[in-house]
């Protein structure tokens, strides 16, 4: 007769491990990424191991043809064992203004790989997706300055009130 037992057990690594701890997105479209723009991010890494890493250098790719890298290496340094570390640089890409909607949740979503290099020549990559969106805007408000009677070969002058309606995801 033997009795089960279950537990789970915390493993944590000797070697410093990277991860993306979060991303924030520093222009554009109040954090939506979309058709035409130029867009910097600022990516803050976490290091879970038990040691420190030295001399942290960092490559931002995408396989997505619808982005421009401009710039795509940060070297972040010293970073401590448990410590977060967002520094004062910016990965900045652009976005082909023809690019169609694209959801994060799509399977042909805008993929982002963070390459994280170690001192001892190891690396660790981890990914972040965003939402491609146009922007949405509808109508609040319009006016007519001319008379409602509208002639062939006439002017007729419409003025429109539009506010930003959101996106969707």
Known sequence: NFKPFETTIPV???EPTLTIDSVAFLSGNNGI?????????NISIKNDGLFTSE??????????PYITLVNSHINYGRIESGETLSINQDFRFTVDSNAPDISRKDFNAVTFYLAMSKENGYYD?????????????????HSRTTSS??????NYTFITDYVRAGDVT
């Not at 990559?125 to 408000?141: A, Q």
Request: hydrophobic content about 35%.
């Open 12 to 14: 944590q690594t000797i």
């Open 55 to 64: 001399y942290v250098t960092t490559q931002l790719y995408t396989e997505s």
């Open 125 to 141: 990559i981890d990914t972040f997706r965003v939402d491609l969106m146009s922007p949405k805007y509808k109508i609040v408000s």
């Open 149 to 154: 009677t509208i002639t062939a070969g006439g």
């Open 33 to 41: 990424v979309s058709p035409g723009e130029d867009v910097r991010v």
